[in-house]
């Protein structure tokens, strides 16, 4: 039997859960001067951060639940991440067809309102409503990167060919696509370049108040080895598992609730060529986004539907499937089918239980509890949006900080993530000089690089004269110099971590690629003592 391992000093934090709100607070409080543990049980962004529709954006149809302030500070949010990371993150236009049949969702404040006002509108959405709200969404914020709204002829326009022909006018507006997997995954590396212990594979078995410290079991899932450690004050940010841990971990009676709503997503075959991305609405008042994805395919989600137990893995259901298919089939001329299908995810977002009666209704604002009665005390994360990650960072440390001195106030506004250090708009220079200091590269590769590793793509490749120098070759441009970088500076432990959280390169290899691979890390395990 393992005897369990004692770290001897406290930290001053100890954060459970290594998706976004957990890696996002443990980089601000390390950057601040805080000791710092962070405990994810799987790998990094391994559950909701990595199942998002991968947007930075303010969240348009959230203006018609009357959450001003939530979209307000997204809006603001979006060219303050922009700045500072611009590899992975970058501007997108989306587009809106417009036609008389547009209905909201009936259980909407907005609904409800304009019902008793012009009730011969019968839960439609009016075009001068639409003009409206993109109205708000360009001014709310702010914009100094981003294009404003404009209107667009369908019948003569690039972005109306794929669409059928009874869409003659769209609006076009403006928000972010990010790698959403990525971001946590920086995030988790930079917090560790400040100090920060971030233990990836390492389950909390028990947590329990001792005087003025927490004491935390903790179990390596590799090894079975455990740990105990302690600290000042315990962040629970485990995403759909907060509620676990509250009453599982922790034995706490608290009355918080967390609603977990299940949001799906299908990757199709590639179903237009511009790069912009589709808005659509549903009959059903919901709505969907079709976007480029991985230069060659489609990306079409969210939906909407409660799910009862995070330890069931969430899954795109075959009626979620279909449903998703019919919805952009109203508006493709071209209509979307099970057979066009490449892949699916799905991803479970914790919302705070605000009663609302349905998982779409459910707010998407963030809420944060701060339990001291008992002693040492406890920071509960519940709900959030991947475009107020930092903004719930600083939220979260303005609670810490009247249980903890900060040597620091706030900082990480503008402040680049690794690789970040560029003007937005200038990634093509990047791209042209990594293939001018090394010209073995294609111009995809080039790109593919530079979209995930910014200006540290040349450290990766450094010397090398050719692709050979870069050792063995895993498939689709990845190389053993990339897969090593992965597992030395960003915590890549298999080759699902590499292939599907680090990159998306999973669409392209074959099975047997993969097994090649997932041998290749196991067997140089050794090589991949973690460096900032």
Same mark, same amino acid.
């Given at each position: 039997?393992?005897?369990?391992?004692?770290?001897?000093?406290?930290?001053?934090?100890?954060?459970?859960?290594?998706?976004?709100?957990?890696?996002?607070?443990?980089?601000?409080?390390?950057?601040?001067?805080?000791?710092?543990?962070?405990?994810?049980?799987?790998?990094?962004?391994?559950?909701?951060?990595?199942?998002?529709?991968?947007?930075?954006?303010?969240?348009?149809?959230?203006?018609?639940?009357?959450?001003?302030?939530?979209?307000?500070?997204?809006?603001?949010?979006?060219?303050?991440?922009?700045?500072?990371?611009?590899?992975?993150?970058?501007?997108?236009?989306?587009?809106?067809?417009?036609?008389?049949?547009?209905?909201?969702?009936?259980?909407?404040?907005?609904?409800?309102?304009?019902?008793?006002?012009?009730?011969?509108?019968?839960?439609?959405?009016?075009?001068?409503?639409?003009?409206?709200?993109?109205?708000?969404?360009?001014?709310?914020?702010?914009?100094?990167?981003?294009?404003?709204?404009?209107?667009?002829? @369908?019948?003569?326009?690039?972005?109306?060919?794929?669409?059928?022909?009874?869409?003659? +006018?769209?609006?076009?507006?403006?928000?972010?696509?990010?790698?959403?997997?990525? @971001?946590?995954?920086?995030?988790?590396?930079?917090?560790?370049?400040?100090?920060?212990?971030?233990?990836?594979?390492?389950?909390?078995?028990?947590?329990?108040?001792?005087?003025?410290?927490? %004491?935390?079991?903790?179990?390596?899932?590799?090894?079975?080895?455990?740990?105990?450690?302690?600290?000042?004050? @315990?962040?629970?940010?485990?995403?759909?598992?907060?509620?676990?841990?509250?009453?599982?971990?922790?034995?706490?009676?608290?009355?918080?609730?967390?609603?977990?709503?299940?949001?799906?997503?299908?990757?199709?075959?590639?179903?237009?060529?511009?790069?912009?991305?589709?808005?659509?609405?549903?009959?059903?008042?919901?709505?969907?986004?079709?976007?480029?994805?991985?230069?060659?395919?489609?990306?079409?989600?969210?939906?909407?539907?409660?799910?009862?137990?995070?330890?069931?893995?969430?899954?795109?259901?075959?009626?979620? %499937?279909?449903?998703?298919?019919?919805?952009?089939?109203?508006?493709?001329?071209?209509?979307?089918?099970?057979?066009?299908?490449?892949?699916?995810?799905?991803?479970?977002?914790?919302?705070?239980?605000?009663?609302?009666?349905?998982?779409?209704?459910?707010?998407?604002?963030?809420?944060?509890?701060?339990?001291?009665?008992?002693?040492?005390?406890?920071?509960?994360?519940?709900?959030?949006?991947?475009?107020?990650?930092?903004?719930?960072?600083?939220?979260?440390?303005? +609670?810490?900080?009247?249980?903890?001195?900060?040597?620091?106030?706030?900082?990480?506004?503008?402040?680049?993530?690794?690789?970040?250090?560029?003007?937005?708009?200038?990634?093509?220079?990047?791209?042209?000089?990594?293939?001018?200091?090394?010209?073995?590269?294609?111009?995809?590769?080039?790109?593919? =690089?530079? +979209?995930?590793?910014?200006?540290?793509?040349?450290?990766?490749?450094?010397?090398?004269?050719?692709?050979?120098?870069?050792?063995?070759?895993?498939?689709?441009?990845?190389?053993?110099?990339?897969?090593?970088?992965?597992?030395?500076?960003?915590?890549? %432990?298999?080759?699902?971590?590499?292939?599907?959280?680090?990159?998306?390169?999973? @669409?392209?290899?074959?099975?047997?690629?993969?097994?090649?691979?997932?041998?290749?890390?196991?067997?140089?395990?050794?090589?991949?003592? =973690?460096?900032?």
């Amino acid at each position: 039997m393992l005897t369990p391992e004692t770290r001897p000093h406290p930290t001053d934090l100890f954060i459970i859960g290594g998706g976004i709100n957990g890696c996002g607070i443990a980089r601000d409080a390390a950057g601040r001067g805080l000791t710092v543990r962070l405990a994810e049980m799987n790998d990094l962004a391994s559950a909701t951060s990595s199942a998002s529709t991968k947007l930075f954006h303010g969240g348009l149809r959230y203006l018609e639940y009357f959450e001003v302030r939530l979209v307000r500070e997204a809006l603001i949010e979006r060219e303050t991440l922009l700045r500072a990371m611009p590899h992975i993150s970058w501007p997108m236009r989306f587009v809106l067809p417009y036609h008389t049949d547009m209905r909201f969702d009936a259980e909407t404040p907005a609904s409800r309102l304009l019902s008793r006002i012009m009730p011969w509108m019968k839960g439609r959405r009016p075009a001068w409503m639409i003009r409206l709200g993109l109205f708000m969404y360009d001014t709310l914020g702010g914009r100094d990167i981003l294009p404003a709204t404009r209107a667009i002829d @369908l019948t003569d326009a690039a972005e109306g060919a794929p669409l059928q022909d009874r869409f003659a +006018k769209a609006f076009e507006y403006s928000d972010c696509w990010i790698e959403d997997s990525r @971001l946590v995954t920086l995030n988790a590396r930079d917090a560790g370049c400040r100090g920060a212990d971030i233990m990836t594979r390492t389950e909390v078995v028990s947590a329990e108040r001792r005087g003025a410290l927490w %004491q935390i079991t903790t179990r390596n899932t590799s090894t079975g080895a455990t740990t105990t450690h302690q600290a000042k004050m @315990l962040i629970n940010a485990a995403g759909p598992w907060v509620g676990d841990v509250l009453t599982q971990k922790l034995r706490s009676n608290s009355r918080e609730g967390v609603r977990l709503v299940r949001g799906s997503h299908i990757v199709t075959r590639k179903l237009f060529d511009h790069d912009k991305c589709y808005f659509f609405q549903g009959e059903d008042g919901r709505i969907i986004f079709a976007i480029p994805y991985e230069n060659d395919f489609t990306l079409i989600g969210t939906t909407d539907h409660d799910h009862s137990d995070p330890a069931t893995p969430p899954t795109c259901t075959d009626e979620e %499937q279909d449903y998703l298919c019919r919805f952009a089939s109203r508006y493709f001329k071209q209509p979307v089918t099970r057979d066009d299908v490449v892949w699916t995810y799905s991803g479970v977002r914790p919302l705070y239980d605000d009663g609302a009666s349905s998982a779409t209704a459910a707010t998407r604002d963030y809420t944060l509890t701060l339990d001291t009665e008992a002693g040492a005390p406890l920071l509960n994360v519940f709900g959030g949006k991947i475009t107020t990650y930092r903004k719930l960072a600083e939220s979260a440390l303005a +609670k810490i900080g009247t249980q903890l001195p900060l040597p620091k106030g706030d900082w990480t506004a503008g402040v680049p993530l690794p690789g970040g250090n560029f003007e937005v708009g200038s990634r093509d220079f990047l791209v042209d000089d990594l293939q001018r200091t090394h010209p073995f590269l294609s111009p995809t590769w080039a790109l593919r =690089l530079i +979209k995930a590793y910014g200006t540290e793509a040349p450290t990766i490749l450094g010397e090398a004269r050719s692709a050979a120098d870069l050792g063995q070759d895993f498939g689709a441009t990845l190389t053993e110099a990339e897969v090593l970088w992965l597992m030395q500076r960003e915590f890549a %432990q298999t080759a699902e971590d590499v292939l599907w959280r680090r990159s998306k390169l999973g @669409l392209r290899l074959t099975a047997e690629q993969v097994t090649v691979l997932d041998a290749w890390m196991q067997d140089n395990r050794h090589r991949a003592k =973690l460096r900032c």
